[in-house]
């Protein structure tokens, strides 16, 4: 599912190339409620939308790269996941937040569902899903971010050569709330996707103040 934005605004863009913010979606965005199987589950995490309208003001493409491996594992079905989508986006409308596309991985090296079941490019920690998107959309990846609540997230970004944020906290993921050593380590950690939207735009506004 592709949705278009024409909305340019503060304009962080490097001459015709867009910057973007890729995002994870479960734990960064939303709640992770484990593999998400009904739509009723998809819950904003809070400020999320607020993060969202946020860059999305400031001129940023917003890209989601999710893995849903519940896929290959055969957790999920493919028209449970569409019906979750369906939801997500539904949710965003109403907070008339665009997203410029969503992207997702359905694949697992040890997938139950042979269809599935590969080492594929685009699972993060490959920049796959990224790059991708980068060639569709003309992204200006050395000024965009990926946003996650995993190391996963951060190595995929930085595979993709754009800026990382670390989401810390409890609330977007049991997990994260546990580092560990062999982590990559982020450009920033944020609490939550509000502080680290707060964040994109502070470097954005003194990047620009240096010109
Ligand atoms: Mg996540
Ligand atoms: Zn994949």
Known sequence: MVHTTNKETLNPADGNKNPAVFLDRDGTIIHDAGY?????????????PEALVLLQNAGYRLIVVSNQSGIARGLISLDQLCAVQNRFFELLQN???TLTDYL??????????????????CRKPAP???????KKYNIDLANSWMIGDKSDDVRA?????TQTIRLISPLSSPLATH???????????AENLFEAAKIIIRQLQESMGQE
């Open 128 to 134: 796959g899903m990224l790059l991708a998107a980068a």
């Open 104 to 121: 997702f991985c359905p694949h697992h090296p040890n997938g139950a569902i042979a269809e599935f079941q590969k080492t594929c490019t």
């Open 95 to 97: 907070h008339n937040i």
């Open 179 to 189: 580092l560990s050593v062999e982590d990559s380590r982020p450009d920033f950690y």
């Open 36 to 48: 998400i199987k009904t739509p009723d589950l998809v819950r904003f995490l809070p400020l999320a």
């Open 157 to 161: 970004g930085q595979a993709a050569g």
